[in-house]
């Protein structure tokens, strides 16, 4: 039965850098926005705050909703990948809560763009998009009839 991945990335901006995550894969560091699966009983902004605490200590509500990227990724994984953005006004200082994030770095659009150690195609494509005028409200996303109060 086809069961996509469903995640949710954050493009998380400040003074014109970028927040990246840096995690060691198959013993390489990679670069990804903050990301992570949609869980049970959560709301897809809902994902998008918790991983961005869980993965850089930061608290921020996604402002924007970028764009819905559907991906097959080299193994032939399929996801369905929920971008938002968050812009705040000053850098912050990281934290990672989680035990696979090695660290984070606020990077410039340019540097992201120019890695060779980018966890995938869609890291680079979601800074693209971050730069597109287009950006929806989150009410484009709204769980209807759910059940579910409170934060994630």
């Known amino acids: 039965m ?16 970028f927040l990246i995550v840096e995690e060691t894969i198959n013993g ?3 670069w ?3 990301a992570g699966h949609l869980e049970a009983n959560e709301t897809l902004v ?23 990227h559907q991906w097959i990724a080299p193994d032939q994984t399929p996801f369905l990948r929920f971008l938002f953005a ?20 606020w990077l ?8 060779t150690n980018l966890r995938s195609a869609l890291v680079a494509e979601s800074v693209r998009c971050y730069h597109q005028p287009q950006r929806y409200p989150l009410e484009l996303l709204s769980a ?3 059940p579910f109060t409170g934060d994630a």
């Open 46 to 68: 809902q994902a998008a705050h918790r991983e961005l605490w869980e993965e850089t200590g930061i608290h921020a509500e996604p402002q924007t909703f970028i764009r819905l």
């Open 144 to 146: 209807f009839n759910w």
């Open 28 to 30: 390489k560091a990679l």
């Open 86 to 105: 968050i812009d705040l006004p000053e850098l912050q200082p990281t934290k990672p809560h989680d035990s696979d994030i090695d660290c984070c770095h």
């Open 32 to 34: 990804n926005q903050p």
């Open 108 to 115: 410039s659009a340019e540097q992201i763009l120019q890695a």
């Open 2 to 17: 086809f069961k996509p991945h469903v995640t949710v990335a954050c493009m998380v901006q400040a003074q014109d850098k």
